[in-house]
């Protein structure tokens, strides 16, 4: 059969888009990761479909580009954000369901704005921070984030204790002297570097304000495939109404044989 596809990236984060709302696709590990070949498929990150929901606009189901379900992404869902505004399935201002709950999006010309689940608790170990925002987070901050073996650096960290087969997303992040961040992040499921992590990003932000190293918390951050910001509200160290901001655009359209 035909596939109908779609090709968004946001700061460079990049996605194959499907218009499930029929509940066509036949999923599968093996497909999914196939089509997020950067070799013999369509090339991603990761695989998202827009499915129907009885209680929002539309339902998002994420797949990482080892082809399994993962937890939520955060450039993913400012993508589906605009996919959908693309559809003409939400106006500019939107919910829609994820595996991490609801969330808003709301489409605001070339900024799309997602607000992410509420930070309830961060972990501030010695040499590191570790937080959910949607997907499991380990923080370290560095002088020189550019020289880091993020691959192999990442890799380690990620299959290690206290993670192992569960793993973590990590990031290595720069605090600049106008108290803007440079992030350079290691996905798991994508088991390596990638331009931008959206969940990544909310809780380098997140980090930052927590270890006093930034003075705001409308936080600019740098990533290798683009500029994003956080903000939120702190309310006895809990984190909500948490934004995240940015670039979503898309590539291409498409069709491939399955």
């Keep these: 059969m035909k596939l109908k596809f779609y090709k968004y990236q946001g700061a460079g984060n990049d996605f194959v888009m499907i218009d499930d709302r029929e509940k066509t696709f036949p999923i599968s590990t093996e497909l999914i990761n196939r089509l ?15 499915q129907n929901d009885d209680h929002s606009d539309f339902k998002m189901v994420y797949f990482n580009s080892d082809g399994n379900e993962s937890t939520m992404c955060g450039n993913g869902g400012r993508c589906i954000i605009r996919f959908a505004n693309d559809l003409n399935v939400a106006n500019d201002k939107m ?49 020189n984030v550019k020289d880091i073996n993020v691959y ?40 390596d570097e990638t331009l931008a992590c959206g969940t990544g990003i909310t809780a380098a932000a997140i980090a930052a ?47 491939i044989e399955i």
């Excluded at 997020?36 to 827009?50: H, P």
């Excluded at 290595?172 to 088991?191: A, C, K, N, Q």
């Excluded at 600019?220 to 309310?235: H, Q, Y």
């Design 209 to 255: 304000y927590v270890k006093n190293l930034v003075d705001k918390n409308d936080i600019k951050v740098k990533a290798m495939g683009g500029d994003l910001s956080v903000n939120f509200e702190e309310n006895n160290h809990n984190f909500v109404n948490v934004w995240l901001n940015g670039p979503a655009v898309k590539v291409f359209e498409g069709e």
């Design 95 to 143: 919910t829609f369901n994820a595996i991490d709950g609801l969330h808003h999006g709301v489409v605001d010309h070339d900024v799309i704005r997602i607000q992410m689940i509420d930070v309830n608790e961060v972990e501030d170990h010695d040499g590191y921070l570790f937080m959910n925002t949607g997907s499991p987070h380990h923080v370290e901050f560095v002088n």
């Design 152 to 191: 192999k650096k990442g890799k380690s960290i990620r299959n290690g204790a206290p993670y192992f087969e569960q793993g973590s997303n990590v990031n290595f992040v720069e605090v600049m002297p106008d108290h803007s961040l440079r992030i350079r992040t290691y996905e798991r499921g994508v088991e």
């Design 36 to 50: 997020c070949d950067r070799n013999f498929g369509i090339g991603a990150d990761g695989l998202i479909l827009l």
